[in-house]
């Protein structure tokens, strides 16, 4: 990289998500049974390799993510994942902040880091792995369902509206390399406010 480069990535952006949620128990999701060619893999440190075949140098934040304490599910396909999901649950009894800027309160699970290879999207991978979420949330103990999605992503915004989940909030934050700190953040499960 370049010196202009260095210093571009390291210049402040302002993001802004549409936070959305819905009661597990009332969401839509149908159990969805991947083609024969395609197997589901619970992502860990052991097969980290396999998602970098996939998603070239997504080793070192599945790392991250692993070591923060959050569960990946990966569909792979001739050693390679082409489709990821991540969820990460609060069953404390205060809320906690995960991945630098996101709150989650008592009870909530969070669905995030979605990621389908081009050449396999349409082909419904994302809610099978969605379903797989689901029943692993609600069976570690999460009522609820949760995530943020920018509101140009017109397409996962209409599959979150299928399956049940409602829009409760904005939040906003500024990101400096890949660091994120909250501009405006959830104060409650069902509405967002300043800091």
């Given amino acids: 990289m370049n010196t202009l480069g260095a210093v571009m990535s390291f210049r402040p952006k302002v993001h802004h998500y549409d936070v959305f949620s819905g009661e597990i128990a009332s969401l839509e999701m149908e159990p969805f049974l991947l083609p024969d060619k395609f197997k589901f893999l619970d992502v860990s440190v052991e097969n980290l390799a ?3 075949k996939g998603r070239p140098g997504y080793e070192n934040r599945a790392r991250r993510y ?7 599910v990966a569909v792979i396909t001739d050693g390679a994942a082409v489709s990821l999901s991540w969820s990460a649950i609060n069953i404390d009894d205060r809320p906690r902040t995960i991945r630098g800027y996101f709150k989650l309160f008592p009870g909530e699970g969070y669905g995030f880091a979605e990621w389908t290879h081009p050449n396999y999207r349409r ?10 979420r689901l029943e692993r949330l609600a069976l570690e103990g999460a009522q609820t369902l949760v995530s943020n999605i920018e509101p140009n992503n017109t397409a996962s915004i209409a599959k979150t509206l299928e399956e049940g ?7 906003s934050m500024i990101s400096i390399g890949n660091r994120y700190f909250p501009l405006k953040q959830r104060v409650s499960p069902l509405s967002g406010g300043l800091l």
């Fill in 165 to 171: 989940r409602q829009k409760i909030d904005t939040i």
């Fill in 50 to 52: 396999i998602l970098g």
């Fill in 123 to 132: 082909m419904s991978l994302q809610k099978a792995l969605g379903a797989i």
């Fill in 66 to 72: 692993l070591r923060a304490g959050y569960a990946g």
